[in-house]
Every structure is written in C-alpha cells, then in structure tokens.
C-alpha cells in the first residue's frame, strides 16, 4: 500500500533513504555525491527521501553550516520529503532536539542490562591504545568498567565521577549484513570492543543516534560513505538489542584528488558553494556527480527525474572515484548551451549592466552563450557589447588597415541603416570585392576589437543604437 503526501501529492512506497550530513563545515563535493544518490535511490524506488542534520555534537555544530547545507541541497535540486522545514510525525530532524527520544532508549539498554557506565578518562584510553599498538594488537576498550560491580557503579556515579555510557559488545558472534555496494559482509563480534553509546556530557554518540533515528524514522535504505563500513555492525548491534529494524546499508567509495588522496582543500574548490559561487549550474553538478563512481550507458546531461529512472546502486563502483574539474567542466558546457534566454539571463543578470531592458539582455544572452562556460567568460563580451568601441592594435589594426577605407565606408552607410549584419556585409563585399575571411575578419576587428567570437549577426542587434556605424567610420 502507498501513502500519499498531504502536501506535495506525491505517493510514496513505505521506505525511505536518507541524507544525515554533521554540520560541522560546508557541503562537501563528496557529500553531496552522498545526498544526491540517496535522493536518486529514494526517486527511484518510490521512497521518502529524509534529511536529518546530525548536531549531537555541539563543540563542533555550527548553525550557520546548517543553513549552508539546506541552501546547497536545494540548489542542487535534492528537495527532502522529511527534514528542517517539511516536519512531520517522525520528526523533529535535528538530532539536536531528540534528546528526550533517546533518553528512552538508553532507558532500555539499562534495563535490558547491556550497556554499562565506564569512568575510563582520556588520558587512561589513550594510555591503553598506546600500550594495545606498541603489542601489535588493534586499539579496542580493554574492558575496565565492564567488571565493575554494581555497588562500585553506584558508589562513583554517587560521587558525581563523569561517566559515558558502553554498549556490552557480546563476544564470540559474527555480525553479518549485504551491503548495497560490496556484498556480504562479516565481521566478528570480538573485535569489536564495547563502544560509547553516550558521551560523559549527556549527549548521544554517532553511532547511536544514528542507528536509532535510521530506525524511528522509518529509513529502510542507507548509502553513505565507506569511511562508516566499519562503524556498521556496531549500529546492527545496537537496534538488535532494541529490537528495532535496521535499513540495509551501502557504503560508496571516496573521492579521490587526481593525486590519488582524498579530496580536500589543496585539490583547490572541493565545496558546492564555491563551485555554486563561481557560477557552474546545479544540473552539471548533478551530472558529474552522478558519473563519479557510478557506471551508467546515459551520456546526455539528464534531469534528477530522469537520473532517478536509471540510478542502480549495483552500479556503483568499489573503487575510489577521482575528481576531474576537466569532466565537471564539459557537464557545465552542455549545461550552459542547454539553458533557454530567460534561464541564461538569470544566470548572466549579476553582471549584465543595469538598467538593461529584458528583451535585450535576453538577446545578449543568447548570442554569447556558445562562447560560454563559466559567467566570467561572458565579462569581456558585456565589455565589448555595451562599453566604449574597443581600440584596435597589433593585428586587428592591420586587418582593419588592409581592409581600407572604402570598404569601411561602405560598410558604416549599410549600419546607418540599422545594424543589420548581413547588410553591411553585403555592402562591404560589393564595395571591396572581398568574401570569406577576407570580408568577415575587418568587420570582426572593427565591430568588437577581436579576431574570434560569437556570431556577429545576433551580437550588432544588441549594440546600443548607432553603434555599429559609429565603430564602422572610425575606419572610413
Ligand atoms: N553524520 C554522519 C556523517 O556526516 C552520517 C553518516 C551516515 O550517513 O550514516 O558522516
């Protein structure tokens, strides 16, 4: 049976994916990767797409990375069903407010008696790890607090000694589960040591609030990235014990530099608002990332509803995924010469002079858009167009000279005309007896200062009045 969203109209199937980002810096090329694939897979499927903003962490949350993270996914186009804004029953999405909700259940798991409180301070794990690699052996809790008795327990947490809260790891088990992208996976239950489930501060830990939100808000699916391979049997562990249904995981690889290292900073722009800031359009975002580790027969720039139909998470690769800004950049290509005048105009308008009237800053947009990558490509095009008659040296003064002054006289009576290109190029032929490059180049250098760009026709109908003929006698 499929439910229906009072406010959207849309049906969903019961299941949901989820996007579970920590606001603790900006929405990270690799994230966003990990968001729009979820949205894909919930697209796909039918499901509820959930966004929930992981802020137990309070030393390092940060309200104003919230407020990015929403605006960057909603310029990508990845609009949540359930989150910040579209609350609902199972909310509230940040787990900032949940606290209440987990006091529950680390309720019971106390009285379930599988976690117990461990009074270990740093310094004294620290010294364990140390002591556990020094042997060779993998840093895990020694287990010190699990013995305590339970007057002991009762005596330290009477003196106030800060405590965290440990989940009792059973030993001798294997935790297996399917991942979406690697298959079985099998870990054994002692090595895993008993982890933290609640920090000394009160606030629930990762991997609890994760597990028990997945599960309260109905998640069936996950994809998120490998780095959380490991924490998963931890996660099963844990919604075993409180009976509650865990969503199947699949764990994407990284994002690597063309250095071969994780993507970070000096890889240069690694975040959706730098790229988003320097003009690049959502969809070629969303197209690259779509290919970045995920195999797919689709080479045209495609829509999310579209990616969705053809989004398989049997296609996503194991292997790391590497950045190429060259890649993103020919997404951006089709993108831009996709966009109709409006959609160009929108994007153009923070540069375009004001007071433009509409229909000319369309126009404008139109011509120059072939010419077009990124909005700085289109800055000496506005230059040339709307300022002052571009002065000619080097080569273009000598083409211009070449040319003569009857073929530029020619050409400025046709402009007086109208700037109707095809008629001031017929006039400077019949006058001149040139053709090809030979008529086309002089008009060039004259009309724009260039040897090379847009098709001049479209461009000359954007010049302000008188214009082109003004530009043309210079020459005469
Ligand atoms: N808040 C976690 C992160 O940003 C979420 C991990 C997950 O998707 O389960 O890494």
Redesign the pocket.
């Known amino acids: 049976m499929a439910e229906m969203d009072r406010t959207t109209g849309r049906t969903f199937a019961h299941g949901a994916t989820?996007?579970?980002?920590?606001p603790t810096g900006e929405l990270h090329l690799g994230?966003a990767r990990?968001a729009l694939f979820n949205f894909l897979l919930a697209r796909h499927g039918a499901e509820r797409f959930v966004l929930r903003v992981?802020d137990t962490d309070a030393s390092r949350s940060r309200p104003e990375h919230t407020v990015g993270l929403l605006q960057d996914l909603r310029w990508l186009g990845l609009q949540w069903d359930a989150g910040p804004g579209c609350e609902d029953a199972l909310g509230p999405y940040y787990q900032s407010q949940r606290a209440a909700l987990y006091a529950q259940r680390f309720e019971q798991l106390q009285r379930q008696g599988v976690v117990y409180p461990c009074f270990c301070s740093a310094v004294e794990l620290e010294a364990a790890r140390h002591a556990q690699r020094a042997a060779g052996r993998a840093p895990r809790y020694p287990g010190t607090c699990r013995a305590l008795s339970a007057e002991e327990r009762h005596r330290r947490l009477g003196a106030g000694q800060p405590a965290t809260l440990r989940f009792r790891v059973p030993a001798g088990r294997y935790i297996e589960f399917t991942d979406l992208v690697h298959g079985l996976q099998r870990f054994l239950s002692d090595d895993i040591g008993d982890f933290v489930i609640r920090r000394a501060d009160g606030s629930a830990a990762?991997f609890f609030s994760?597990a028990v939100d997945?599960a309260a808000m109905g998640v069936t699916q996950?994809l998120?990235?490998e780095?959380?391979l490991t924490?998963t049997p931890r996660q099963l562990l844990i919604l075993e014990a409180l009976g509650l249904p865990a969503p199947r995981y699949g764990h994407i690889s990284l994002i690597l530099g063309s250095d071969g290292a994780p993507l970070s900073k000096r890889h240069g722009a690694t975040s959706v608002r730098e790229f988003r800031e320097r003009g690049y359009r959502p969809e070629a975002v969303v197209n690259y990332l779509f290919r970045l580790g995920h195999s797919s027969g689709e080479h045209d720039l495609l829509g999310l509803d579209a990616l969705a139909g053809v989004f398989d998470p049997r296609h996503l690769g194991r292997a790391p995924a590497h950045f190429d800004e060259q890649q993103l950049t020919v997404w951006q290509k089709h993108a831009v010469h996709r966009l109709d005048p409006q959609a160009a105009r929108d994007w153009l308008a923070p540069l375009l002079p004001s007071g433009l009237d509409p229909h000319t800053a369309m126009a404008f947009c139109a011509a120059v858009l072939p010419n077009v990558v990124l909005p700085e490509d289109a800055k000496p095009w506005i230059d040339i167009v709307f300022g002052p008659a571009p002065a000619l040296c080097g080569e273009g003064a000598d083409v211009v000279r070449e040319a003569g002054s009857g073929f530029f006289s020619a050409a400025a009576r046709a402009a007086a005309g109208g700037a109707d290109f095809a008629a001031i190029a017929a006039a400077a032929r019949a006058a001149s007896g040139r053709k090809g490059a030979q008529l086309f180049r002089p008009l060039r250098f004259a009309l724009t200062g260039l040897g090379h760009g847009p098709e001049l026709a479209p461009l000359l109908r954007v010049m302000p009045a008188g214009e082109a003929e003004r530009r043309l006698s210079r020459f005469a």
């Open positions: 989820r996007f579970a980002p920590s994230n990990t992981e990762f994760n997945d996950v998120r990235g780095d959380h924490n």
